[in-house]
């Protein structure tokens, strides 16, 4: 699959700060996901991009799909302790079903 | 409604012996895969298959591993004889129909550990 760079690959802020983490490829994809894994867990679905450009959010979750088709980022406003954990970007290229992972964002906040 | 439900959440085995992975999709999803998870090499594809059938096994590391569907709400993942280095998370993630979304969900994984 496409080598996905996903950066940073850990942060370790204050409850309340902002977030940013992205994702760059060296291909075009036509879709975007982020998604969030919990100690012990699946990786649990966060936004999915669809069109370049897009920007959508998810309550304190903001996720854009890069004009150029081949990056993302994802921001987190106001972060809280519940939102620990890793976090991956993946993609999927045109006519593609496999997701192309990065390899996450290690997220740690303190109270 | 209820995600995918994999089964078991953890498996010790001894180097040799079979493992029997298994998974439950969502109801109504016709696209299912399987994915290994480990530090080093991260979330890799194993297998996918759409409506029970195989599409793309190009990631089943070697002929030790072995995957079926034989109906829209259940899958297996085998592995005989297992080995310490297929020690990892595998997880099933499903799909719903059609061409337009991308959106897979997972299930919470089978940790495996060989020793």
């Known amino acids: 699959g496409q080598q996905l760079n996903q950066s940073p690959q850990s942060m370790f802020i204050q409850e309340g700060e902002d977030v940013s983490m992205n994702c760059t490829s060296s291909?075009?994809?036509?879709?975007w996901l982020w998604y969030k894994q919990d100690p012990g867990e699946g990786p649990v679905l966060l936004i999915a991009?669809?069109?370049?450009?897009e920007l959508t959010s998810n309550g304190r979750l903001t996720a854009q799909f890069g004009i150029t088709r081949k990056d993302s980022f994802l921001n987190i406003s106001a972060s809280i302790p519940s939102d620990v954990g890793i976090y991956f970007c993946a993609g999927i290229s045109n006519s593609g079903y496999a997701l192309n992972f990065g390899k996450g964002t290690s997220l740690l906040v303190t109270p | 409604d209820a995600g995918v439900i994999q089964s078991p959440r953890h498996e010790v085995t001894e180097m040799g012996q079979e493992v029997t992975l298994r998974c439950k999709p969502i109801s109504g999803h016709n696209s299912l895969f399987w994915y290994r998870q480990t530090m080093m090499r991260g979330l890799e594809l194993l297998i996918y298959?759409?409506?029970?059938?195989?599409?793309?096994d190009s990631g089943m590391p070697e002929d030790r591993f072995s995957a079926k569907m034989p109906n829209a709400s259940f899958s297996t993942l085998k592995i005989q004889p297992s080995e310490p280095r297929d020690s990892a998370v595998y997880f099933c993630?499903?799909?719903?129909?059609?061409?337009?979304?991308?959106?897979?969900?997972f299930g919470p994984g089978t940790r495996l550990t060989v020793l």
């Open positions: 298959f759409n409506n029970n059938v195989p599409i793309d």
């Open positions: 993630a499903s799909r719903i129909p059609g061409g337009t979304y991308n959106e897979q969900f």
């Open positions: 291909s075009i994809f036509n879709t």
């Open positions: 991009l669809y069109k370049a450009g």
